[in-house]
């Protein structure tokens, strides 16, 4: 189950790659940085509901296990229809959204304009974004993992298509780029849905519409979303932190830490495939209540993970500085770079735990802990180790980040083990 997320999770920056790369050759750096300031706002806001992914996973697996078709029906509609409600809001308040963003981001003169057109463009590919997300989730739910590949390769390869189209044959440019991406989204999402319904043929049962009309049907998608949302967004003020903080340091550190970033992105997206799959697999052992198969699954897919964070190390320690120089020419920031590599080394086998763990958790909907764990270990180990390790420098930014790591490992360690030693997830109902 774990290779098709991790193939898909890995195309997703491709869409900021092939943005960028078209508008790269336009001979000015105007669009360029048009495409790169609206894609990091898009990128922050459309995660920032991730939860729709993370929501619909879990619920989904447990509907599994106790083999409730109607209510694996139920939740597919309902997650979906919380996406586009999610997205039309943000088109509808799309003005102050954007003006908020674009203030923060302090593009120059000449950029702030095609900047403004980027995202006044693309704030239209909201609902069928976040109706992907909740559609992934739902894929992930009932372990048909190639959904989500199918539905992004799609994307990947539709938005190269128009991207090239209008560019180069329409003669526009960053709003080409996100009309492109817009496009290539709801093509995505339609590819998904059909997808959906295909794999609905395995599910007996009818849902009836009334069901979705009302407000009460939503409580379970809700009370599980909420606590999602606060974790995500102590994990986007943890990211807006480091860059912000990496910034003042001067703009090769700065650099530097947005290529090592990029090290960060493979290691998440690759063993988030694991995690991915530890959702669905232990979220439908808890539906059915059979604690031995939970477990069985948890020290299974935790080998396999560990055996994959073993070799993004041996990868890092090997080809880290030529990788580095594939990223940047800049040679002050390959020697920054450099310095600061073994910090990203050593996150795979860091970072292993608490991916794995997140996935539990999820798949068992226990994601108040998730919260409570995230909130003690930002605001009781991360920010606090930053401020006693200024002295190192950019040493104590990494330094943080991988307490960040630790602490959460051990916190939701902690909670697992309370939560099998007291029976929680399996006594009987």
């Known amino acids: 189950m ?3 997320p991790m193939v898909s999770n890995i195309t997703t920056p491709l869409l900021g790659l092939v943005d960028t790369a078209v508008v790269g050759h336009l001979g000015t750096a105007t669009h360029l940085g048009a495409v790169a300031i609206g894609g990091s706002i898009f990128s922050f806001l459309f995660w920032a509901f991730g939860f729709l992914r ?3 996973t879990g619920l989904t697996a447990q509907a599994m296990g106790q083999e409730d078709d109607r209510r694996v029906r139920e939740l597919l509609l309902q997650s979906v229809l919380m996406g586009v409600f999610i997205g039309l809001m943000l088109i509808l308040f ?7 963003a674009i203030d923060l981001m302090s593009p ?3 950029v702030a304009p095609w900047a403004r057109l980027y995202c006044e463009i693309r704030i239209f590919s909201a609902p069928a974004v976040l109706a992907g997300y909740a559609l992934i989730g739902w894929f992930f739910g009932v372990q048909y993992s190639k959904g989500p590949l199918w539905m992004l390769l799609t994307i990947n390869l539709a938005n190269m298509i128009f991207d090239y189209i209008a560019v180069y044959h329409m ?3 960053s709003d080409g780029v996100a009309w492109g991406t817009v496009l290539a989204q709801y093509l995505g999402v339609t590819i998904a849905i059909g997808l959906a319904f295909f794999r609905l043929k395995g599910f007996s049962g009818q849902v009836p519409l009334k069901v979705l009309a009302k407000w009460r049907a939503y409580i379970a998608l809700i009370q599980v979303n ?3 949302f606060v974790r995500t967004i102590l994990l986007l003020l943890v990211m807006l932190f480091f860059t912000a903080q990496g910034a003042r340091q ?4 700065l650099a530097a830490n947005a290529v090592l970033m990029t090290f960060l992105m493979i290691i998440s997206n690759a063993l988030d495939g694991f995690a991915f799959s530890v959702e669905a697999l232990c979220g439908e052992s808890y539906g059915r209540k059979d604690k031995a198969n939970f477990q069985k699954v948890m020290r299974l897919s935790t080998y396999w993970a560990l055996l994959a964070a073993l070799i993004l190390v041996a990868i890092f320690w090997i080809f880290g500085n030529q990788i580095i120089a594939l990223l940047t020419s800049v040679q002050s920031v390959r020697n920054d770079a450099a310095l600061y590599l073994p910090w990203l080394i050593s996150y795979p086998l860091l970072g292993i735990w608490s991916f794995m763990l997140d996935g539990v958790f999820i798949g068992t909907t226990s994601v108040k802990q998730m919260q409570n764990t995230m909130i003690l270990c930002v605001l009781g180990v991360f920010f606090p180790v930053w401020y006693l390790s200024q002295g190192l420098g950019n040493h104590g930014l990494w330094l943080s980040q991988a307490a960040l790591f630790v602490a959460r490992a051990i916190t939701l360690y902690w909670c697992y083990r309370q939560n099998i030693k007291n029976n929680v ?4 109902r």
């Open 171 to 173: 003669g526009m440019a």
């Open 2 to 4: 774990a290779w098709p």
């Open 250 to 253: 001067g703009d090769d550190i």
């Open 94 to 100: 799309r003005g102050p959204i954007i003006d908020l």
């Open 54 to 56: 993370m929501g619909s």
């Open 226 to 228: 909420r606590y999602l």
């Open 108 to 110: 120059s003169a000449d």
């Open 425 to 428: 997830w399996f006594a009987a």
